[in-house]
Structures are given as C-alpha cells and as structure tokens.
RNA sequence: GGCGACGUGGCCAAGCGGUCUAAGGCAGGGGUCUGCAAAACCCUUAUUCGGCGGUUCGAAUCCGCCCGUCGCCUCCA
C-alpha cells in the first residue's frame, strides 16, 4: 500500500510487517460536528477498513481536543461548564459516526486526562532550551527548530511579511507558539510547574500521539486546512522534543468540503451537520458522495450528487438481492477484485475502486440474465463494499409519519381494481401516493411500495 | 503580497508520457419487462481533456505563459 506524504510530496509504502501506528486529529467538541468532519472520519475508516482487508496489522488513535479557547467561550455563553459542553458533542459526535458506520477509534483520548503528559514534554522543552516559560505563559522557540515550516513550505519570514500574525508582547518571536497557557479569572486551570494553567492547542496531540503509539507514527492525517500551524507545530514540538525524526512517516491530508465554493467551517457559520444530511440520505449514499473522488481534493457540497449516488446505491442492492441459478457455470470475481485492490493500494483511490465495484455489478447481471452462477461474484461484491464501508442495507432515517397501515390498503383497493380491469382507478390510486411520496411497483411477489 | 491545489462529456469524476477514438456514477436516447407505469436489466452517448506556445517519434498526461476557480498564511476536519 501506497500513501502520498504531504510533507515529502511523493507516495510511499507503508510497512506490512510489523504494527502500524495511526494517529488522526480528532474535532475540538464545543459544537455539533459537520459533515466535514464525518467527509475525514469516513476517508480514515476506508483507509483503515482497507488495511485490515489487507491483513495489516494497526493501531488507530483519534483524540478530543476538550479544552481550548472556544470550548471555555462556549461554556461561559451558556452558563455551564466545558466538561458538560465536550461530554455533549462527543457523545454526538461519536454517535453520528457510527450511523455512518464509521468504527471506533482503539484508542480516543481526551486532551484534559493527558494534563501530565503534556507537561511532562512543555518541561522537557524548556531545559532543552526550546521552549521558555513567561509570567507563567509557555511558548516553543521556532526558531531553535531548524526545520521550521517543512510541512506546509513556508518559513518564518515569509509568514511575518504577511503581517496579519497578532504580535503578542511576551513573545520572543513573533512566530512562536503557545505549549501552555496562563490561567485567567475563573478559567479553567490545572496545576503546574509555572502556576495554574492549560495546555496550547497542538501539545495535546503531540503527547498523546507519543504515549499510546510511541515517536514515530507511520501515518498522522486530519483535514488539509490543519498543515499550518497545527501541524507543522506539533513536528516542531515533537521532534525538538524526542530527537527522534521523522515525527510520522507519511502526513496524509484530505481536502475540504466546499459549500457554494466556499469552505465550510464553524467560524463561518455555513454548516450542514452530520444528522441534518442522514436526515436526507442513507449512509451508503453519504459515504460514496465522500469518496467518489481523491481524497486530497476539495468536494463540492451538491444534492444532486447525493441523490444519484443513492439510486446507485439501489443498483448495487438489486444486484445483490439476485437469486443465482446453481448452474456449474460460474462468473469468477478475482479481476474485479484485484483491480479494486489495486486501485485502493494506490494512494486509496476510491474512485477506480468504485468504478470496479460497478463493473463488477454489471457484470454479475449479465451473467444472471444468462443463467450462470453468480453468487461467488454476489459475496465478492459485498466484501468490496464492506471494505469501503458501503451498507447498502442502510436506510435514512427520514421519519415522514406515514400510515403503513393506510398505504397498504391503498394497495390492496387498487389491486382490486386492476383485477377487475379498471385501471383507471387503479392508476388514479397509483398517483395519490405518489403524492404522498410513495412509489409502488408490480412484480411476481406482489405490490412493493418505497419511499421517493 | 507569499505558498499551494485544481480546471476532463449536460453534471460528478478517474486517468498523469504510448494499451486513451479517455474508467465509473447520474442525467439523456433506444430496447426488455408491465394492463400502462415505476423499479430493475441490456445497449447507447467526448477523435477529445481551460487557452496559446514548446519538449517529444508520441501529451489530457512534461515545461512556459495566460485565463478561471479554490485553499492556506488567524481558530478550523
């Protein structure tokens, strides 16, 4: 398998024999999580349903950032506390995700039970003289880091001459950030070598990346808008700190969803959650609109492309719901199998993936229309779509109140009808629940009916 | 201003030096099925890859310029 590295800008190869440590930057909980953040989490989980189809062996960790600047305005707005504000929207978060049925992460630790870790490493930083400690402010030194700025290609002096960086008195540097924070009125505030305070944003994945998957991760991945400073930061930190590059092997980002081609995000307010699209959409239909393209471009946010990825999603169902003959006959799978491996082992490419799984479908129709036996083809392409996290059996949860009861003797009053040859009632029937957002169908075992 | 990404059929999108007269999905057209439909199935739909030059025996794929869209440089998946 073969990821592109962000920061080497060239694929490389993951190593199969042995554990491969994964870390990816979970959300900071202070609102509910966007379908941005289910895009990451679905693009992650392919990567890591992949790897496990693959038989590698992995250890995947994504952590909360539940505490940070927002989190205590946030609580401060509504009168309560950050813990209730984090616990809320990871519950939901967590619980959106799994509709998506997007596994678990092994491990999914919170920044506020790694305080000592972080200190531990701030402490470490500062006797190595890259980090200083000011009125009980800790900041990294950036520029006893040599490397500065390889992530996102940039240096400190070219970022300086866009003189829009807030240049902060205790600073040494104008470029240098934020390991610890001062405590501040009622703030919260945990105890520690420079007085009572609370972690920055980036050390908390540092640390914690380092204690449950050690200093070099194999892959480290979060959205493309989290290279600069999150991190190129958190290189800094962790590599001035173990004397152990590289940090992570491979840096692998994925783009951002675009809404009216502009980024969707919290600070802009333009923001689609997670439940309103399940609302409108199977999760088999959602998490082939998130991969139906390279995982490293911007997506654009469209209804009608989730709307025709849930009729493809219907075609692969029939496909599946096939009753094969038992014929010696059989339609031999490996070439569409071995073309979606080989296309998902290159740089996850989902879309040739996708393209085989329809080829394969395809295929299995014809060959059920000339009675061959397909149904190790039927369990091959339900293996592909597994990998990819595809349950075509998943339904939206649109609750539109209907009367099954009412609908189903609609049905029956209009079968009357058409054995007694009077189709136009029958169809007049027919078009009454079309207005109600029924579709019905005739086939050998009776009337079926669905949602439009 | 600096750094970076992208521009492929009506829409989404893969391909990144020859097998490309360009995968796959949706929509469109034709057919099978049906009382008629719907759904499903089958067949079909770009000599062409933003524009102009260049490199090459050969370019959607490499290089240059131009046009356009977007992202990062401040919190952000």
Redesign the pocket.
Known sequence: MQIYDTLD?KLKDLNSNRTLNIYI????PYSES????A??AVIFDTLRRYLLSQDYKLKFVQNF?DI???LINVAKEKNTTIDKISNKYISQHLNSLSKLNVMPADHAPKATEEIKEMINMIEALISKEMAYEINGDCYFRVNKFDTYGKL???NTD??L??A???INENKEHPMD?ALWKKQINDEPGWESPWGNGRPG?HIECSAMSMKYLGQNLDIHG?????????HENEIAQSEGFSDNPPFSNIWM??????LK????????GNIISIDDLLQKYSAAAIRMFFI???Y?????Y?D??L???E??I???K??LNLNSSDSLDELDPDKFINKFNQ?MS??L?T??A??????M???I??S??KNINISKSQLALAKLLNILGIDTDSENETNNNLDTKEIEDLINL?NKH?LD?D??K??EI?DKLEAMGI?????DDG?KWRNI
Do not use: V
């Not at 930057?25 to 900071?28: E, K, L, Q, S």
């Not at 996708?354 to 080829?359: M, N, T, V």
């Open positions: 800008k930057c979970g959300i900071t966007h379908i941005g953040h895009m990451s950032t940070d600047d927002k996102s290609k940039r070219e970022m001459a866009g829009r960086i807030d950030f944003w979060g959205g493309r808008d989290l290279i600069f400073p999150h980002h994925n783009g951002l969803i675009n081609s502009e980024k969707m995000s919290k600070s802009i139906s393209g390279n490293k471009n911007p997506l654009e469209d009608a492309i709307i025709s990825n009729k493809a219907n075609r692969l029939q496909t296309s290159k740089d490419n879309s040739l996708l393209g085989s799984i329809f080829e479908s395809r295929s129709n014809q059920f229309n209009r058409r040859k189709y136009k029958a169809d027919r579709a019905i169908y005739d086939s009337t």
